[in-house]
């Protein structure tokens, strides 16, 4: 099945394309990604929901119909924080499964320090920021998209949570090699993970096309 999906596409006949598993993936597809939204990366879309339409249906916990070492990337953008803090290990070794060995892993989730920083301030309601599905406020950040949820939708439900720390530790725990990550706007982190052992200056290179405007820690 895997196979199918990914027939060894080429670029121009002589350049190998790269491939990204786009886990999580929802509704979005790699036009919206930058640094994957061009013709050096072909996208297989993941998702738990039938409904979104992906390549591929699993959960991040079981990944078995990706095979192992098969892709270049994995992008997770806002899905981690959809599983329990005790499957997260289990879900980054399947990250790790799926790279090549040159592979690496882009992960983006809410930044629940500054969340809480905010929540200290007894402004759980409060909205921090507009997005397309309305308002946002610290509760939804915690726990998941209220409006979503209360339609119908509990695949958006919030499970656990991270600081950049801990992300950073639970990367290095599932064998990830070298990390290197910061701050993205006001209330996400982001981190790029490699399963090769890599310089400060090579990573920077390396995740620049993909983060222009991130602020590395």
């Known amino acids: 099945m895997h196979e199918k999906i990914i027939p060894n596409p080429t670029l121009n006949n002589k350049k190998l394309m790269k491939i990204f598993l ?8 790699k036009s919206n990604i930058e640094g994957f939204n061009n013709d050096n990366w072909k996208e297989i879309r993941f998702d738990i929901n039938e409904s979104v339409k992906p390549d591929i249906v699993g959960t991040l916990t079981d990944m078995k119909l990706v095979e192992t ?8 953008s806002h899905n981690i924080e959809h599983i329990y803090p005790h499957q997260v290990s289990t ?65 958006m439900a919030h499970k656990g949570g991270f600081t950049y ?7 290095y725990g599932a064998g990830f ?3 290197i990550g910061g701050k993205k706007g006001n209330w996400n982190l982001w981190i790029v993970a490699f399963k090769q052992k890599k310089s400060h200056e090579e990573m920077k290179k390396i995740v620049l096309p993909f983060m222009p405007n991130a602020k590395f820690t």
Request: negative net charge; contains cysteine; proline residues 5%.
């Open 165 to 171: 720390s801990v992300l950073n530790g639970v990367l």
């Open 69 to 76: 070492a098969s892709v270049d990337a994995v992008y997770s």
């Open 91 to 155: 879900a980054l070794r399947e990250f790790y499964r799926v790279l090549k060995e040159d592979g690496m892993t882009f992960i983006i989730c809410p930044d629940i320090q500054r969340v809480c920083e905010v929540v200290a301030q007894d402004k759980l309601v409060e909205p921090l920021y507009d997005s397309p599905t309305g308002p946002i406020s610290p509760i939804d950040i915690l726990y998941g998209h209220r409006r979503s949820i209360a339609q119908g939708n509990e695949y």
């Open 177 to 179: 090699k070298s990390r």
């Open 22 to 29: 786009h886990t999580g993936c929802g509704s979005e597809n």
